[in-house]
């Protein structure tokens, strides 16, 4: 005779957006809970006040609130750019070398021609140069993926360290004072290549981009004849070819596209925030943009929530860290914690665990 | 329009309402007093950890509590920078410091932005020039270190060369340094020279590792050196990366910042480090009494900012410790100069002029490193010594 398991497991059939969003917070909740026993195990802190400082670092005073939104257009940027290269199942962990680079070519457009052209030019062409940028380190890996089926993860990691040495490269020439090995903040009396405020706001410029390509790629995606090329690609190279879609065609034009945001992510860096380049210009935002494209499942407006609540514990991480001296890491493990029981909880939406009947 | 006025003009208002009283002559309250620091590291790294231990330091010495100490960990060389700079200003701040060299544009920025706060910079080039009041730089007169530990490295090759070891032009010493620019350039040569007044013979090589902290990049570099025939190592970098190559090949070392036996009980010499807490006690006395800060600060032997870890009774050569006690008094007296142009020549010349920033560095037969800007200055390639930049 066969064993019956204790729990049966089985596939959803469907499942109502009420149920959906439940599960999700009893996992946020859930979670929550599991850190503050882990804080309190391993430090004898009150858990709340760990909550209340993490709050405070990330929204405590109009500043952080704009860091933190600052810093959320960002990854959110670059997790757009991802989006469609995904969907397609292409692995593009490359994210990290597309921002450097476009990075780069809008410091170089800075530095060149910072003198050389009126503000309003040199920031278009700063933009320009730095989709570029992105474009072509995208579209790289695409073409051979395209062509002789390379393999992406391999081809797109490797870029980034080829980014890196780039950037190393360019600072040789950049740096200042020389030797120093920093580039320092570029044109800090002119100004020259600094997006401007917008509605009297610093990063009112750098919210404005980002939020019109969430739209647009939101249609893009979900809307467009592109749209569906992607996720037929994505679905089966086969079934796409059987359709009449060609191939190579929305492999290497996806690709551009992709590498094109994250390249205008770094020009958004440059130009909207830290007005230097270094090595460090991506700051590994290229991977946690990743799991925020995965876990937003593409949607753009999710992408959104998702890149706020990641943000908000690494800026809240910092503020723990000068509050109550516990590393940084501290709230690698928090937020680790919480993704953990995130992810897990998509489990119990696909699938439904059961006592099994006797 | 006047809606916009009558708005800013309020918001002006209250910003000046809230700002944190400081004028000339007029100190801070020690209970009111607001410290913030900014760190490019943490207490796991060497030079970060220097930092931290100065600050403790001030914060006994003048009878604060832990409370009115705000300290930032692990802030790059970007933006993050100048958002925590304007944060501890934000916060009430009356002065705030910065310890790593890529720091200083972002804290300019802040410095621009907020005049009523006191910003210092450490290891800087540019509060003189950039004319802001509240923006100071602070070093030490790390030369001057160098030079002894200089000193207990060649009194060790003299050991080697009468043991019979080694002969005296083998006497090669190797330096593994962060970047190729002023500060190590400077601090190697004082390094040099120390270990030269008594070692005659010596020379040296440099690598580069072009990082600050890097333990893997410092251990290859200075096991690269240790091949290449150097006998004795010495470091410009923040880590124990070169001490613990040395412990392994059984070669003399000299560390920096931080006493290296615990990785290198045979063979770490002792290391040249500063005391930061000297200036932070200065800087933040000085914003009790309401008195202004240096714009360039910079004090070596003399006042306690610079000093020896303990000499390594196992390691360092006989009657190192005599010799030591009277290089330092006649540093602290004045008798000697550490960039004495009689003893070091460049390109087989004596150096009689140098001039940096419109200066005159060179007089009365001695380069003046330090004393007209807190960052070293001497950049000049000596003979004797092989700089390589890979």
Known sequence: ?358 | MKKALAVGLAAAMAVSMTAPVYAEGEGVAKEDLKIGIIYIGDENEGYSAAHMAGIDEMVKNLGLEDSQVIEKTLIGENEACYDAAADLADQGCQIVFANSFGHETYILEAAGEYPEVQFCHATGTQAKASGLENMHNYFTNIYESRYVSGVVAGLKLNEMIEAGELTEDKAKMGYVGAFPYAEVISGYTSFYLGAKSVCPSVTMEVKYTNSWASFDLEKECADALISDGCVLISQHADTTGAPTACEAAGVPCVGYNIDMTSVAPNTALTSASIDWGVYYTYAVQSMIDGTPIDVDWCKGFSEGADKLTPLNENAVAEGTEEKVKEVEDSIIDGSLHVFDTSTFTVDGEEVTTYEKDGTEYVSDGYFHESEYASAPAFDLAIDGITSIVE
Request: charged fraction near 15%.
């Open chain 1, 1 to 358: 005779m066969k064993k019956e398991p204790f729990l049966k497991m089985s596939r959803r059939e469907k499942i109502s957006w009420q149920k959906r969003l439940m599960i999700r917070i009893a996992a946020l909740l859930l979670s929550l809970l599991v850190c503050a026993g882990v804080i309190f195990l391993l430090v004898r802190m009150n858990p709340f006040d760990v909550y209340k400082a993490i709050w405070d670092g990330a929204l405590g005073s109009e500043r952080r609130i704009w860091i933190t939104i600052r810093d959320t257009m960002i990854l959110l940027c670059i997790a757009i750019g991802l989006a469609p290269a995904f969907k397609m199942r292409f692995w593009n962990i490359g994210a990290e070398g597309q921002i450097l680079v476009g990075g780069a070519c809008a410091a170089a457009a800075m530095i060149y021609a910072g003198d050389k052209m009126p503000p309003v030019l040199l920031l278009v062409v700063m933009f320009v140069c730095s989709a570029l940028g992105g474009m072509v380190w995208g579209m790289i890996p695409a073409v051979f993926k395209a062509y002789w089926n390379t393999n992406e993860t391999l081809f797109t990691l490797m870029l980034n360290y080829v980014a890196m040495q780039i950037v190393t490269f360019c600072i040789v020439f950049w740096e200042n004072p020389k030797g120093s090995n920093t580039v320092g903040i570029i044109n800090q009396s002119t100004q020259a290549g600094w997006l401007p405020e917008l509605f009297g706001q610093k990063y009112g410029w750098n919210v404005l981009i980002v939020l019109v390509f969430t739209v647009v790629m939101f249609i893009y995606l979900k809307y467009s004849k592109h749209g569906y090329e992607i996720s037929v690609v994505g679905e089966s190279e086969n079934t796409a070819r059987y359709a009449g879609i060609r191939v190579r065609k929305v492999i290497i034009r996806t690709m551009a596209i992709s590498g094109a945001i994250c390249g205008i992510a770094g020009f958004v860096i440059v130009s909207g925030a830290s007005h230097t380049i270094s090595t460090a210009t991506a700051d590994g935002r290229g991977f946690t943009a990743i799991i925020v494209a995965w876990l937003s499942k593409f949607n753009t407006f999710i992408m959104l929530a998702v890149s706020f609540g990641i943000v908000f514990m690494q800026q809240g991480a910092v503020q723990i860290a000068t509050q109550y001296g516990l590393n940084e890491n501290a709230s690698d493990v928090i937020l680790g914690i919480i993704l953990f029981f995130l992810i897990g909880a998509e489990f119990f939406i696909n699938y439904k665990v059961e006592r099994a009947k006797k």
